[in-house]
């Protein structure tokens, strides 16, 4: 009994010490706030899998994207292979039209240097069949530069560019004429009425061509 009585007293004073040492009177309970806070563990249910999900849409759109781009670069490519080719169609026609001897009408032609001299000729004429002939198929002559050249070569887009371009094409075409060509001459005129066509297809339907082909390039 004895020794019973002392282990329990022994016990009750390693309890008073410890309690005494930490700072917490006996028999009260330590406040919430001062409890060591739990440990939160990472829940598997985050926003992880919200950032995959969402990185997931962000993948189909440039994929479509990238698919839209491919259509367009093979349609601009495809129309500018066929405005090429009627390019060249039309360099075959003018050739024949303009680089042809007529050796019959070699005591009519002459030379014309002064703008406006033949115009008055055309306008002359008795008919008005000839003169519409005349003047008509001298501007249909221009207007293929006007709609074809700036879809061949996007960097002649603009109506100064059109106008430069033609006048220089047709300028070497009737200097041609009237060096090499039997029954044909030089004449100022025409290289004015070429021009004028090329001015118009340019406006009426070379400006919105152009600008359906290449609306990409312009943007970027």
Do not use: W
């Amino acid at each position: 009994m004895a020794r019973t009585a002392s282990r329990s007293r022994a016990g009750l004073r390693l309890h008073t010490v410890t309690s005494a040492s930490v700072g917490i009177p006996r028999g009260r309970r330590v406040p919430r706030s001062k409890r060591a806070p739990k440990s939160e563990e990472p829940s598997t249910s985050g926003p992880a899998p919200q950032a995959a999900d969402a990185a997931k849409p962000e993948q189909a759109p440039k994929s479509a994207r990238r698919g839209r781009d491919r259509l367009r670069m093979l349609a601009r490519l495809l129309a500018m292979a066929c405005a090429f080719v009627l390019m060249v169609a039309f360099a075959v026609v003018l050739a024949r039209l303009t680089l042809q001897p007529s050796p019959a009408s070699e005591a009519l032609t002459h030379t014309n240097l002064r703008p406006g001299r033949s115009l008055r000729a055309y306008l002359d004429q008795p008919e008005l069949r000839d003169a519409a002939r005349q003047i008509g198929g001298n501007l249909l002559l221009g207007v293929p530069f006007g709609i074809l050249a700036p879809v061949v070569v996007p960097r002649t887009r603009g109506p100064l560019r059109v106008l430069l371009l033609t006048a220089t094409v047709m300028l070497l075409v009737e200097l041609v004429q009237g060096a090499m060509v039997t029954g044909r001459a030089f004449d100022i005129d025409d290289v004015i009425l070429n021009t004028a066509g090329a001015l118009i297809g340019y406006l009426v339907l070379g400006r919105r061509l152009s600008g359906a082909v290449h609306a990409r390039e312009r943007r970027s």
